[in-house]
């Protein structure tokens, strides 16, 4: 199963709601982010072509599916050391990724609805949310721990441009088993989950 939107849409939080309603319901869940398997910087990031760089080096989804998804989907229990990092560092440090009898693995992060990679989900969630709505989220947050003006800069020049660029190539709202509105500037929604 995927959980996936824009940067900033709250696809953490609907996921790890989801997880809780799954594991409610009696079913052993393994939620489990993308955002580790992010490639370091220099490989995530080119100044000549922040968008298309982004879209395409961010995750080491590649290395994500092979070493722990797939195995884990094939077990259903995994014991996994790989890289790992976070948004800001600049080297890997390891992490193990193990869960016992497993039901249902839920992957939460962007990119997810990529074309190569939907046939690995029996369902799919598209957070739907509007640029601004998730730029507000993003400052208010301290996104990345950067100062306001920084991750306004970061997210106008390089993840929303990946993102439009995700939706040109992949529809992954079109992709989605079902979108989950999580936006109240969107029609039909209130607060929103996040």
């Given at each position: 199963m995927a959980v996936s939107g824009i940067d900033a849409s709250g696809k953490g939080f609907v996921a790890a709601r989801l997880g809780e309603a799954l594991a409610a319901g009696g079913l052993r869940v393994a939620v489990l982010g993308v955002d580790g398997w992010l490639n370091l910087p220099p490989l995530r990031y080119d100044p000549a072509r922040p968008a298309e760089r982004f879209y395409e080096h961010a995750i080491r989804f590649d290395?994500?599916?092979?070493?722990?998804?797939?195995?884990?989907?094939?077990?259903?229990?995994?014991?996994?050391?790989?890289?790992?990092?976070?948004?800001?560092?600049?080297?890997?440090?390891?992490?193990?990724?193990?869960?016992?009898?497993?039901?249902?693995?839920?992957?939460?992060?962007?990119?997810?609805?990529?074309?190569?990679?939907?046939?690995?989900?029996d369902l799919s969630f598209w957070v739907d949310c509007t640029f601004e709505t998730a730029l507000e989220r993003a400052v208010r947050r301290g996104q990345e721990g950067l100062a306001p003006a920084e991750t306004v800069r970061i997210f106008r020049t390089i993840y929303f441009p990946a993102q439009h660029l995700h939706m040109a190539k992949d529809s992954p709202r079109a992709a989605a088993s079902e979108v989950l509105i999580n936006d109240p500037r969107l029609a039909g929604s209130e607060d929103g989950w996040d």
């Open positions: 290395e994500m599916f092979t070493r722990l998804v797939m195995p884990f989907r094939e077990a259903r229990t995994c014991r996994v050391q790989a890289d790992y990092t976070e948004e800001t560092a600049d080297a890997y440090r390891p992490h193990v990724y193990e869960f016992g009898d497993t039901d249902v693995i839920l992957l939460e992060g962007i990119f997810l609805l990529k074309q190569a990679f939907r046939r690995h989900y």
